[in-house]
């Protein structure tokens, strides 16, 4: 296993940055395949900068912190913000005419379909999304 960690203040120009930092990571030390590491940035986008907008609510003072690890069958994200949380059946459906014109709430969805598997964990103080992506066995062959 290979892991990179960040921990940023709550700034969006900060997130452009871990993002570079994770794709560089996983492309270049990972050897991840290209459209592997385009879904998974997908997801980890969303999840990124819905700790930045939601959780965090743009705080600039409270933290983010997250882990990103490449294992030989998948790549596994976790980003964790200083807010309350989510459930995910509180989400209204982001596909349904009445919220399709809304600014928010696809996030999650994006999340969902570009990766294999997205977990919430509500702790004290703090809220974890977690997201894998499965790699294909001769992907790293």
Same mark, same amino acid.
């Given at each position: ?24 990571f996983l492309k270049s030390i990972c050897k991840v395949n290209s459209d592997t590491l385009y879904w998974f940035m997908v997801g ?12 965090? %609510? !743009?705080? &600039? ?6 882990? @990103? ?7 596994? =994200? ?18 349904k005419p009445e919220n399709i014109l809304k600014p928010s709430g696809r996030g999650i969805l994006f999340a969902k379909n570009a ?5 919430? %964990? !509500?702790? &004290? ?6 997201? @894998? ?7 790293? =062959?």
């Open positions: 296993m290979r892991k990179i960690g960040f921990c940023i203040n709550s700034k969006i120009e900060l997130i452009n940055i871990v993002e570079n930092g994770v794709e560089f980890f986008h969303e999840i990124l900068v819905n700790a930045y907008l939601h959780g965090n %609510k !743009k705080k &600039e003072k409270l933290l983010i912190d997250i882990a @990103v690890s490449f294992y030989p069958d998948k790549l596994k =994200a976790s980003v964790t913000d200083r807010g309350s949380g989510f459930n995910f059946k509180d989400i209204p459906d982001p596909t990766c294999d598997e997205v977990f919430l %964990k !509500k702790e &004290e103080g703090k809220f974890t999304v977690t997201i @894998v992506k499965k790699l294909k066995e001769v992907e790293n =062959a």
